[in-house]
Protein backbone atom coordinates (compact mmCIF):
# COMPACT_ATOMS: atom_id res chain seq x y z
CA UNK A 1 0.00 0.00 0.00
CA UNK A 2 0.83 3.75 -0.21
CA UNK A 3 3.50 4.63 2.46
CA UNK A 4 4.50 7.82 3.36
CA UNK A 5 7.98 8.66 5.56
CA UNK A 6 8.60 11.44 8.12
CA UNK A 7 11.77 12.23 9.20
CA UNK A 8 12.37 12.67 12.19
CA UNK A 9 10.07 10.80 14.52
CA UNK A 10 10.80 14.02 16.78
CA UNK A 11 13.38 16.14 17.36
CA UNK A 12 14.48 18.81 20.20
CA UNK A 13 16.05 21.96 19.52
CA UNK A 14 16.99 24.84 21.13
CA UNK A 15 15.23 28.42 20.61
CA UNK A 16 16.13 30.51 17.63
CA UNK A 17 17.52 27.10 15.82
CA UNK A 18 15.44 25.95 12.26
CA UNK A 19 14.52 22.71 12.11
CA UNK A 20 14.17 20.12 9.08
CA UNK A 21 11.18 17.88 8.55
CA UNK A 22 11.09 15.77 5.50
CA UNK A 23 7.84 13.83 4.16
CA UNK A 24 8.53 11.64 1.95
CA UNK A 25 6.32 9.14 -0.38
CA UNK A 26 7.77 5.62 -0.39
CA UNK A 27 5.95 3.87 -3.33
CA UNK A 28 3.91 6.71 -5.13
CA UNK A 29 4.94 9.75 -6.36
CA UNK A 30 2.48 12.45 -4.63
CA UNK A 31 1.22 15.26 -7.06
CA UNK A 32 0.40 17.14 -3.75
CA UNK A 33 1.55 17.37 -0.39
CA UNK A 34 0.08 19.21 2.71
CA UNK A 35 1.50 20.04 6.33
CA UNK A 36 -1.01 20.00 8.91
CA UNK A 37 0.03 20.84 12.66
CA UNK A 38 -1.38 19.70 15.80
CA UNK A 39 -1.58 21.01 19.12
CA UNK A 40 -2.27 18.88 22.01
CA UNK A 41 -5.57 17.81 22.48
CA UNK A 42 -6.09 19.65 19.34
CA UNK A 43 -7.71 18.80 15.57
CA UNK A 44 -5.24 19.01 12.44
CA UNK A 45 -5.13 22.12 11.00
CA UNK A 46 -4.30 22.67 7.73
CA UNK A 47 -1.04 24.69 7.05
CA UNK A 48 -0.18 24.92 3.78
CA UNK A 49 -0.61 22.64 0.41
CA UNK A 50 2.44 22.33 -1.82
CA UNK A 51 2.62 21.06 -5.34
CA UNK A 52 6.04 19.82 -6.82
CA UNK A 53 7.89 22.55 -8.72
CA UNK A 54 6.26 25.72 -7.79
CA UNK A 55 5.43 27.50 -4.72
CA UNK A 56 3.47 26.57 -1.59
CA UNK A 57 -0.06 28.15 -1.02
CA UNK A 58 0.04 28.70 2.39
CA UNK A 59 -3.48 28.79 4.62
CA UNK A 60 -4.18 32.03 6.41
CA UNK A 61 -2.38 33.11 9.58
CA UNK A 62 0.83 30.71 8.74
CA UNK A 63 3.53 32.95 8.10
CA UNK A 64 5.27 32.10 4.90
CA UNK A 65 8.91 33.67 5.81
CA UNK A 66 8.74 31.38 9.24
CA UNK A 67 7.52 27.79 7.78
CA UNK A 68 9.47 27.06 4.76
CA UNK A 69 8.19 24.81 2.45
CA UNK A 70 10.18 23.10 -0.65
CA UNK A 71 8.64 20.61 -2.66
CA UNK A 72 11.87 19.22 -5.23
CA UNK A 73 10.59 15.71 -6.30
CA UNK A 74 7.25 14.35 -7.07
CA UNK A 75 8.46 12.07 -3.89
CA UNK A 76 9.86 14.61 -0.87
CA UNK A 77 8.96 17.54 0.87
CA UNK A 78 10.38 19.67 3.28
CA UNK A 79 9.01 21.69 5.92
CA UNK A 80 11.62 23.88 7.71
CA UNK A 81 10.64 25.81 10.82
CA UNK A 82 12.91 28.59 10.70
CA UNK A 83 13.86 30.31 14.10
CA UNK A 84 12.01 28.05 16.46
CA UNK A 85 10.52 29.27 19.53
CA UNK A 86 8.39 27.20 22.14
CA UNK A 87 5.33 28.07 20.87
CA UNK A 88 6.18 26.24 17.51
CA UNK A 89 6.51 22.99 19.95
CA UNK A 90 3.54 21.02 18.01
CA UNK A 91 3.17 17.66 16.25
CA UNK A 92 3.51 18.07 12.70
CA UNK A 93 2.49 16.03 10.10
CA UNK A 94 2.42 15.66 6.50
CA UNK A 95 -0.11 13.80 3.37
CA UNK A 96 0.56 13.23 0.35
CA UNK A 97 -1.67 12.96 -2.56
CA UNK A 98 -2.08 10.52 -5.63
CA UNK A 99 -3.19 10.75 -9.26
CA UNK A 100 -6.20 9.23 -8.22
CA UNK A 101 -6.92 11.87 -5.54
CA UNK A 102 -6.11 9.69 -2.86
CA UNK A 103 -4.33 11.18 0.10
CA UNK A 104 -1.71 9.30 2.63
CA UNK A 105 -0.84 10.31 5.84
CA UNK A 106 3.07 10.21 7.32
CA UNK A 107 3.13 9.23 10.84
CA UNK A 108 3.77 13.24 12.29
CA UNK A 109 7.23 14.08 13.61
CA UNK A 110 6.87 16.02 17.34
CA UNK A 111 8.75 19.21 17.30
CA UNK A 112 10.03 20.49 21.33
CA UNK A 113 11.45 23.72 21.35
CA UNK A 114 13.08 24.74 24.31
CA UNK B 1 -16.58 27.42 3.60
CA UNK B 2 -16.53 23.75 4.63
CA UNK B 3 -16.87 23.05 8.08
CA UNK B 4 -17.18 19.63 10.20
CA UNK B 5 -18.59 19.67 13.67
CA UNK B 6 -17.98 16.66 15.99
CA UNK B 7 -19.86 17.96 18.71
CA UNK B 8 -18.93 15.28 21.72
CA UNK B 9 -15.45 16.13 22.74
CA UNK B 10 -15.35 12.91 24.99
CA UNK B 11 -17.25 9.92 25.59
CA UNK B 12 -16.34 7.12 28.09
CA UNK B 13 -18.35 3.55 27.90
CA UNK B 14 -17.52 0.29 29.68
CA UNK B 15 -16.42 -2.43 27.16
CA UNK B 16 -18.71 -4.11 24.72
CA UNK B 17 -20.66 -1.19 24.85
CA UNK B 18 -22.05 -0.21 21.72
CA UNK B 19 -20.77 4.05 20.69
CA UNK B 20 -21.84 6.08 18.32
CA UNK B 21 -19.41 9.03 17.29
CA UNK B 22 -21.87 12.32 15.85
CA UNK B 23 -20.34 14.56 12.89
CA UNK B 24 -22.33 17.15 10.97
CA UNK B 25 -20.65 18.74 8.40
CA UNK B 26 -21.28 21.83 5.80
CA UNK B 27 -20.07 22.50 2.50
CA UNK B 28 -21.34 24.13 -0.38
CA UNK B 29 -19.62 21.25 -3.01
CA UNK B 30 -22.44 18.47 -4.53
CA UNK B 31 -20.13 16.27 -4.67
CA UNK B 32 -17.29 15.72 -1.81
CA UNK B 33 -15.49 13.18 0.40
CA UNK B 34 -16.20 12.19 3.82
CA UNK B 35 -13.60 10.23 6.25
CA UNK B 36 -13.13 9.06 9.77
CA UNK B 37 -9.69 8.75 10.72
CA UNK B 38 -8.26 6.98 14.25
CA UNK B 39 -5.74 8.35 16.15
CA UNK B 40 -4.38 6.55 18.88
CA UNK B 41 -1.74 7.76 21.55
CA UNK B 42 1.26 7.46 18.76
CA UNK B 43 -0.52 10.24 17.31
CA UNK B 44 -0.62 8.48 13.50
CA UNK B 45 -3.25 8.82 11.61
CA UNK B 46 -5.34 5.72 11.19
CA UNK B 47 -7.61 5.57 8.23
CA UNK B 48 -10.72 3.98 8.43
CA UNK B 49 -13.08 4.78 5.48
CA UNK B 50 -13.83 7.46 2.50
CA UNK B 51 -17.07 8.15 1.03
CA UNK B 52 -18.35 9.82 -1.63
CA UNK B 53 -21.43 12.16 -1.32
CA UNK B 54 -23.00 10.31 -4.38
CA UNK B 55 -22.54 7.06 -2.27
CA UNK B 56 -25.02 7.17 0.61
CA UNK B 57 -25.69 3.39 1.29
CA UNK B 58 -23.73 2.60 4.74
CA UNK B 59 -21.33 0.60 5.56
CA UNK B 60 -20.37 -2.06 7.86
CA UNK B 61 -16.97 -2.97 8.52
CA UNK B 62 -16.47 -5.54 11.17
CA UNK B 63 -17.81 -4.18 14.23
CA UNK B 64 -17.61 -0.61 12.60
CA UNK B 65 -20.57 0.81 10.72
CA UNK B 66 -20.74 4.33 9.20
CA UNK B 67 -24.23 5.83 8.75
CA UNK B 68 -24.39 8.81 5.98
CA UNK B 69 -27.67 10.91 5.76
CA UNK B 70 -27.11 13.09 3.14
CA UNK B 71 -30.44 15.17 4.02
CA UNK B 72 -29.05 15.99 7.46
CA UNK B 73 -25.33 16.73 6.22
CA UNK B 74 -24.65 13.60 8.78
CA UNK B 75 -21.69 11.01 8.82
CA UNK B 76 -22.14 9.15 12.42
CA UNK B 77 -19.41 6.70 13.16
CA UNK B 78 -20.75 3.19 15.12
CA UNK B 79 -18.94 0.75 17.16
CA UNK B 80 -20.53 -2.27 18.09
CA UNK B 81 -19.14 -4.19 21.11
CA UNK B 82 -16.25 -1.58 22.17
CA UNK B 83 -12.92 -3.28 23.03
CA UNK B 84 -10.06 -1.06 25.15
CA UNK B 85 -8.04 -0.97 22.00
CA UNK B 86 -10.55 1.23 20.56
CA UNK B 87 -9.52 4.13 22.55
CA UNK B 88 -8.59 6.69 20.50
CA UNK B 89 -9.26 10.31 19.45
CA UNK B 90 -11.57 9.93 16.38
CA UNK B 91 -11.78 12.38 13.97
CA UNK B 92 -14.52 12.97 10.97
CA UNK B 93 -13.33 14.71 7.98
CA UNK B 94 -14.23 16.35 4.56
CA UNK B 95 -13.01 17.38 1.26
CA UNK B 96 -13.71 18.51 -2.12
CA UNK B 97 -13.15 16.19 -5.16
CA UNK B 98 -12.67 18.09 -7.76
CA UNK B 99 -10.41 20.94 -6.98
CA UNK B 100 -6.65 20.93 -7.77
CA UNK B 101 -6.39 21.05 -3.83
CA UNK B 102 -8.63 19.02 -2.42
CA UNK B 103 -7.92 19.96 1.42
CA UNK B 104 -9.02 17.56 3.87
CA UNK B 105 -10.64 19.84 6.73
CA UNK B 106 -10.69 17.79 10.29
CA UNK B 107 -13.37 18.13 12.78
CA UNK B 108 -12.03 19.02 16.41
CA UNK B 109 -12.37 15.30 17.21
CA UNK B 110 -13.78 12.74 20.08
CA UNK B 111 -12.09 11.41 22.66
CA UNK B 112 -13.02 7.96 23.17
CA UNK B 113 -12.48 5.80 26.81
CA UNK B 114 -13.31 2.46 26.58
CA UNK B 115 -13.27 0.93 30.30
CA UNK B 116 -12.40 -2.50 30.93
Known amino acids: GAVVSQHPSWVICKSGTSVKIECRSL??????MFWYRQFPKQSLMLMAT?????????EQGVEKDKFLINHASLTLSTLTVTSAHPEDSSFYIC??????????FGPGTRLTVL | AQKVTQAQTEISVVEKEDVTLDCVYE???????LFWYKQPPSGELVFLIRRNSFDEQNEISGRYSWNFQKSTSSFNFTITASQVVDSAVYFCALSDVYSSASKIIFGSGTRLSIRP
Open chain 1, 27 to 32: DFQATT
Open chain 1, 95 to 104: SARNYYNEQF
Open chain 2, 27 to 33: TRDTTYY
Open chain 1, 50 to 58: SNEGSKATY
